[in-house]
């Protein structure tokens, strides 16, 4: 699994692309501006979130896939309700969203918890999806479909 960093705004002009930017919540119009001035365009960018607030997260990554279609937009997703998140996920893919961003943390306790909310994932996702982990590297089952990537950087 490939590490592809998550750098904050301000630290935009130093990446050589390499990098998932995290988009601040400011003005849409500045931040395409900005991205359009940048010489190297990032690999990603992560839309603005706010933890649990799925319909948010949902709008600030479709407005900035709507501006920046040539960009890959990550869309943050919440795992803390992990009975509607099947539903959430399924409405985001069929929207067009592939690229995710899902949440860990170290240690048997953080790799148990991820590896419950992706139970609740199974089947509804497909091998064009892509998942950026937050918080670390856990461990895939091979047999789990997907593109799979992580970072140190948290949400």
Request: proline share 7%.
């Amino acid at each position: 699994m490939k590490n592809i960093p998550i750098l904050e705004w301000d630290d935009r002009d130093d990446t050589e692309g390499e990098a998932i930017m995290r988009v601040p919540y400011k003005d849409i119009d500045e931040i395409v501006e900005e991205v359009h001035a940048l010489e190297v365009p990032p690999y990603g960018l992560l839309s603005p979130y706010k933890g649990d607030n799925q319909s948010f997260n949902a709008r600030s990554a479709s407005m900035l896939w709507d501006r920046l279609p040539s960009l890959d937009i990550f869309m943050p997703i919440a795992t803390s309700n992990r009975v509607s998140l099947p539903d959430f996920v399924t409405a985001t893919l069929k929207a067009g969203f592939q690229k995710l961003v899902v949440p860990y943390t170290y240690g048997y306790n953080g790799q148990y918890k991820f590896d419950s909310m992706m139970q609740f994932l199974h089947g509804v996702y497909d091998n064009e999806t892509w998942f950026h982990v937050a918080g670390g590297e856990p461990t895939i089952p091979e047999h789990w479909k997907g593109i799979w990537t992580w970072s140190e950087e948290t949400l």
